[in-house]
C-alpha cells in the first residue's frame, strides 16, 4: 500500500512540475522536423550557404538552403522551399514554403492546438515562450510556414548592447 501511494504521489510531483513549465507543443518541438532552433546549422543536413547578409542592418547573417530527401514532403504535402537564416552558426529562422493544402493547416491545429490569427497580416500564429510560427498564403498556390527563435533574436539584442557597452567604454 506505502509503495502504491507513493508511486501515485511522485506520479503527481512529477506532472505538476512539468505543468508549471508552462511550455507548449511549439515549444516542446523548438523547430520543424529535426532542424531545431539554436541548433548549428552545419548538422543540418543538405544545408547549403546561399548568401550572407545583416539582420536589421546590424547583425551578420547567414542564408542557407536546404535540399534533403527527408525534407521534401510533409506527409504528403510537397516542400518547394526550406530555407534556414543562421547569427553565429545557429538557427534562428525556419522558412518553409509548401504547396497550398487545407489539411497542413488541420494538422498544425491537431498538434499546436488554436492559432492567432493576424487580420492586418493575413496570417495565423502559434506563439511559444521560445519561438513562434506564423502560417499565411505565399502566393496563389503556395503556403508559408516561418518559425522565429525569440532566444536568439534575444541573443543578437544582447550583442549589440554588448557593442554598444564596449564604444562607451573605450571613450
Same mark, same amino acid.
Given at each position: 500500500?506505502? /509503495?502504491?501511494?507513493?508511486?501515485?504521489?511522485?506520479?503527481?510531483?512529477?506532472?505538476?512540475?512539468?505543468?508549471?513549465?508552462?511550455?507548449?507543443?511549439?515549444?516542446?518541438?523548438? !523547430?520543424?522536423?529535426? /532542424?531545431?532552433?539554436?541548433?548549428?546549422?552545419?548538422? +543540418?543536413?543538405?544545408?547549403?550557404?546561399?548568401? $550572407?547578409? $545583416?539582420?536589421?542592418g546590424n547583425h551578420p547573417a547567414e542564408?542557407?538552403?536546404?535540399?534533403?530527401?527527408?525534407?521534401?514532403? /510533409? =506527409?504528403? +504535402?510537397?516542400?518547394?522551399?526550406?530555407?534556414?537564416?543562421?547569427?553565429? =552558426?545557429?538557427?534562428?529562422?525556419?522558412?518553409?514554403?509548401?504547396?497550398?493544402?487545407?489539411?497542413?493547416?488541420?494538422?498544425?491545429?491537431?498538434?499546436? =492546438?488554436?492559432?492567432?490569427?493576424?487580420?492586418?497580416?493575413?496570417?495565423?500564429?502559434?506563439? =511559444?515562450?521560445?519561438?513562434?510560427?506564423?502560417?499565411?498564403?505565399? !502566393?496563389?498556390?503556395?503556403?508559408?510556414?516561418?518559425? +522565429?527563435?525569440? +532566444?536568439?533574436?534575444?541573443?543578437?539584442?544582447?550583442?549589440?548592447?554588448?557593442?554598444?557597452?564596449?564604444?562607451?567604454?573605450?571613450?
Amino acid at each position: 500500500m506505502k /509503495i502504491q501511494s507513493l508511486t501515485a504521489a511522485l506520479f503527481l510531483l512529477s506532472y505538476f512540475t512539468c505543468a508549471q513549465d508552462g511550455l507548449t507543443e511549439l515549444d516542446k518541438r523548438n !523547430g520543424f522536423k529535426q /532542424i531545431k532552433m539554436g541548433m548549428p546549422v552545419d548538422s +543540418v543536413p543538405g544545408s547549403r550557404l546561399k548568401k $550572407t547578409f $545583416t539582420e536589421k542592418g546590424n547583425h551578420p547573417a547567414e542564408l542557407y538552403e536546404v535540399v534533403h530527401p527527408d525534407y521534401q514532403f /510533409i =506527409g504528403e +504535402v510537397k516542400i518547394l522551399k526550406l530555407e534556414l537564416k543562421a547569427y553565429r =552558426g545557429m538557427v534562428y529562422e525556419i522558412r518553409v514554403l509548401t504547396e497550398k493544402d487545407p489539411r497542413l493547416m488541420k494538422a498544425l491545429e491537431s498538434n499546436l =492546438g488554436p492559432p492567432a490569427y493576424d487580420v492586418r497580416n493575413k496570417r495565423y500564429t502559434w506563439n =511559444g515562450k521560445n519561438l513562434s510560427l506564423s502560417f499565411r498564403p505565399a !502566393g496563389k498556390n503556395d503556403l508559408e510556414l516561418l518559425y +522565429v527563435s525569440y +532566444v536568439i533574436h534575444n541573443l543578437m539584442k544582447e550583442d549589440k548592447k554588448q557593442k554598444v557597452q564596449d564604444i562607451a567604454d573605450d571613450f
